[in-house]
């Protein structure tokens, strides 16, 4: 079983990666600077005895870049069993009505367009004669609006449609799978604690924050078979956050 996990350097991807390696998968990585990743790969390896992890650095919203690591994936791991669209940016915070139209469109193209791109690459490289299973790294902004991470909430409201399409035409051969965070505790997120971990943590029913692990486990579940009957799906992984009917 192999698995191709994007943004995986740090944070939620990397903890995706090594759910996997526990699970016995080999494990392709990618990120936009080498030199974080190397470390990542070489951390992921010495965490499991016998792990199989490749690095292939490159930026997800650049077509050629997602091309070559689908390919490198199949060639060099024999398969492409697994793929998770976890990379996602946000440079634009506040409102909508200030925002730069650029900026916006970048987070559509890395948030959405590549996540798209990438599931073609798969689908023509092995996914579409073999089958396999695709989840997206959502949020709970693209379930509720916030106000403070509008256009990415947009974005991940988008991913979450793409999500519902893509499970309805590529089915039954290929399961497509979301998850939605909460606040997860990465460097991604570090400006929504500003204030402080406690305080950000005090609307949530469980009272504390996620971890990267918590999300792995999530993704972990879905693209097992124990889930072979679930698809189209947006599972909310966000400590009943939304359950308070507020955000």
Known sequence: ????VTGASRGIGRAIAAEFLARGATVAIT???????????????????????????????????RAEAVTRTVAELGSLDIL?????INPVFGSLMDADLDAVR?????????????????????MGEHGGAVVNL?????????????????????????TEELAW???????????????????FAAALVAAGEDQAAAGYPMKRLGSPEDVANLVGFLVS???????????????????????
Request: cysteine-free.
């Open 138 to 162: 959502a949020s709970v902004g693209g379930l509720r609006s916030t106000g403070v991470i509008a256009a990415y909430g947009a974005s991940k409201a988008a991913l979450i449609r793409l």
């Open 84 to 88: 998770v669209n976890n990379t996602g």
């Open 106 to 126: 970048k987070i559509f193209d890395v948030n959405v367009v590549a996540a798209l791109g990438y599931i073609q690459q798969a689908y023509r490289a092995w």
């Open 1 to 4: 079983m192999t698995a191709l």
């Open 169 to 187: 035409q590529l089915g039954p051969k290929i399961r497509v799978n979301a998850v939605a965070p909460g606040i997860v505790k990465t460097q």
């Open 225 to 247: 078979d124990a889930a072979s009957w679930i698809t189209g799906e947006t599972v909310r992984v966000d400590g009943g956050l939304l359950s308070t009917g507020s955000m």
């Open 31 to 65: 990120a936009r600077k080498p030199e974080p990743l190397e470390v990542a790969a070489q951390e992921l390896r010495d965490a499991v005895a016998g792990a199989v992890v490749l690095p292939i650095a490159g930026n997800a919203g650049d077509a050629d870049a």
